[in-house]
Structure formats: C-alpha cells, structure tokens
C-alpha cells in the first residue's frame, strides 16, 4: 500500500467516525433514553376556545403538561387529562417554559392597545373596555397550586407578575430611520418567547438564566428591525419584585434593566420570536417564527441560536444612528443563505410551542381549529434529525 492510498483512507475514517459522532449527539438512543422515550405519549391533545395555543411544556419530572391558550393556561397529566386550569387573563399570555429548580411556570404576558390586544378582548367580549398603558411581565404561576379547573387568575392567588421596563421602553420609544421618526425601537411589539438555559458562552450545566424575547413587528420599509432581541434575567434576582397579578392596577415592580441584553440577526419575521426553547443536547436555543416578507432575506421559520458561543459586540445593521449591541450567533445548521448569511428551517411547527426533553426528543405543537369550531393543541412527540430539509422527525 502506497503513501497516498494509506492516507486516503484514513480520511475516509475520520469522515466516518465524525459523522457518527455527530449523529449521535443529534440522535441520542442509548437504552435508557430508549426507556424513557418507551413511556411517553407519541401525542398529547387539548382543544380550547376561540384562541389559539400559544406556549406549552411538558415537565416529565412532576408528570404535567400546561398549554396557554392565550387568555387561559391548562394543565393536563401526561395522557391529556385535565388536572385544572386558570381563566381571567385580558391579555396576551404567549410563550411559556418551567424552571426546573422548582416547577414554576414562567411566562410572557402583555397588555396593549393594539390590533391583537383589541382582538382579545373582542373575543372575550369585552371590545369596549381599552387598556389605557402598555404593559409588559413575566407572569410567574406556581403550577402546584392548580388543582381545579376555571380558577381566577387574580382572585385565586396563583400568578405573580414582574415588570419587564426596559421592554415597555423599547415599544413606547420613537426612534428615526432612514431619516423619518418611527414608532417602536427595534421594531419592538411586546414579548413572547421565554426559556431558561445556561449562560451564552459557558458550560451547559453552569447556572440558569431567564430569556425572554421580543416581539417584533413585521414592517418591510424599515432597516432596523432584522434582529431578534432577548433580554436575560437571573430568576434569582427577579424574585424580589413578584407581586400578585392585578389587571386593574397593573404593578409597575421590576429590574430597572435586564442582566443582559442580546440581538440576532436573523432577518425581520411577523412579530418575533413566538417559541424560545433551549436544548441541552445541541446547545441550541430554538427560536421558532412566523415567517418575514423582506424579499432580501430567506425568511425561515426556525432559527438556531448557537449557545456555546459568546456573544460577540458589534455595530448594528440598518440604524441611521451607530449603535452597538451583543450579538450572539445562529449555528451553523440547516439551510445557508449566502446573500444574507442567515442560517435556519422551513419547518412548519413549533411557533405555537416546542419543548425539548434534552435527550434528542422533543414535544412540538401541531395546532389547528376542530370540527366544531375550537382551537386544539396537538402535542407531538418527535426526535431531532438536524436535517436541513427536515430537522424534526416524528416518532411513531
């Protein structure tokens, strides 16, 4: 055997190997994921009312599911069957996640007078109250304590809520670009994706923090509404300003500013990040959209952000004033667009709710409106592929 040949495949070798191991770190199946995976439910169904899903988790630890359906959060044993649920919201309850130190419930919610905030109250048929002052919180339920279905949300001393200023100034904030004042920094809507992982840059297993994302509107005739914008929080810190949920006399207690503030550049989509979602096995924090219409980005449906790198200061694009900002990194997955250098997925689940198991499996909303008019969550078990056509994969 000659020089070359030998060197030939030893090539062939390591390109085997490295795509094994990198098969194997999308698709975990060593025999007690297979056990665990073995009792789950392939699907979990819930129908509601006249709002969509908005967020779901899936905590196999204590054996619960929680949907929000908007004005409504339910919560369900693992087999879809109600344990009880909380009622009352006259705002826009989205994105939720768990924290795993002690089960609570994290979620966005936003009060505004905007087209979707006169929309919900249109639905519960109250379109002819007004809410006077934007306002933006993470609602923090203690899931424990729902042990009946239509509890109050205010009255049943469940939901605490933390002001989310440095969002309320984003979206009040009129900024100029190409050289006309508009309304909203950034674009800003309100809130929506929330999820707890490790910090940006460091050990998966290092301390968690609370992400929360903005929404962003949908406007193609600005240039400084491409990013994504995350703010974090240490859910240790937010503690000191919970006070119980009141929708009279919204509290105005919370951080003066966040830990941190992120952006990304994925392009602009119609409202941001719906569905955040961090998982352990990649490292990735899924960021799952509604589609943008700028014709000069790629307008994907999911995004990955990639957590094991730091987040890097830079200029930002598209601001007729210099600003710069932490920009964190999408991960070098899926579909590439060279003009734009976004990377992502045309998939279509996951804005109305993705929860990752953290072993390669995942529960992903499938959602839809029933025949009798009610809008259903079909929670779906699927195992992640990293495919670039197809990244999710149902398992039968």
């Known amino acids: 055997m000659n020089f070359k040949n030998y060197l030939t495949i030893l090539l062939t070798l390591f390109i085997t190997y490295s795509s094994n191991a990198s ?10 994921t297979r056990e665990l995976i073995n009792k789950l439910p392939r699907q979990i169904y819930w129908e509601e009312g006249k709002f969509h899903v908005q967020g779901v988790v899936v905590d196999t630890q204590r054996g619960y599911v929680y949907f929000s359906f908007t004005t409504s959060l339910i919560k369900t044993n693992l087999k879809g069957e109600i344990i009880g649920s909380v009622d009352g919201f006259v705002g826009h309850l989205g994105c939720l996640d768990v924290n795993p130190e002690n089960g609570r419930i994290y979620a966005s919610l936003e009060y505004k007078n905007d087209k979707i905030g006169k929309g919900i109250l249109k639905g519960l048929g109250d379109d002819s109250k007004q809410i006077q002052q934007s306002s933006f919180h993470i609602a923090i339920i203690d899931g424990d304590k729902i042990t009946r279905q239509n509890m109050d949300a205010e009255k049943d001393n469940i939901v605490n809520t933390v002001y989310l200023k440095e969002a309320v100034d984003d979206y009040n904030a009129t900024v100029t670009n190409k050289g006309k004042q508009v ?33 962003v509107y949908g406007e193609n005739s600005r240039s400084d509404n491409d990013y994504q914008v995350i703010l974090q929080y240490d859910p240790n810190t937010l503690k000191q300003y919970e006070r119980p949920l009141s929708q ?12 941190n503030k992120y952006f990304v550049y994925t392009g602009n989509t119609s409202y941001g990040i719906q569905n955040l979602e961090y998982d352990s096995n990649t490292g990735y924090w899924f960021s799952a ?14 995004f990955a952000i990639d957590g094991s790198k730091k987040p890097i200061l830079k200029e930002l694009k598209g601001f007729d004033e210099k600003e710069k900002g932490q920009v964190l990194q999408l991960a070098k997955a899926g579909i590439h667009d060279e003009k734009s250098g976004v990377y992502g997925w045309d998939f279509k689940w996951g804005s109305t709710g993705i929860h990752s198991l953290g072993n390669g499996y995942f529960y992903i909303s499938q959602n839809g409106i029933s025949k009798d008019k009610k809008q259903y969550c079909k929670l779906q078990l699927y195992r992640w592929t990293g495919d670039s056509s197809n990244p999710f994969e149902e398992v039968k």
């Open 248 to 259: 009279s006399n919204f509290s105005l207690v919370g951080p003066e500013k966040p830990l």
């Open 23 to 32: 098969l194997n770190k999308q698709k975990p199946d060593d025999k007690k």
């Open 289 to 302: 959209v509604y589609k943008g219409k700028k014709p000069e980005f790629p307008n994907y449906s999911l």
């Open 183 to 215: 309304e909203h920094r950034y674009g800003c809507s309100g809130i929506d994706g929330v999820a707890f992982g490790p910090q940006f840059g460091k050990k998966k297993d290092g301390k968690l923090f609370l992400n929360v994302a903005y929404g």
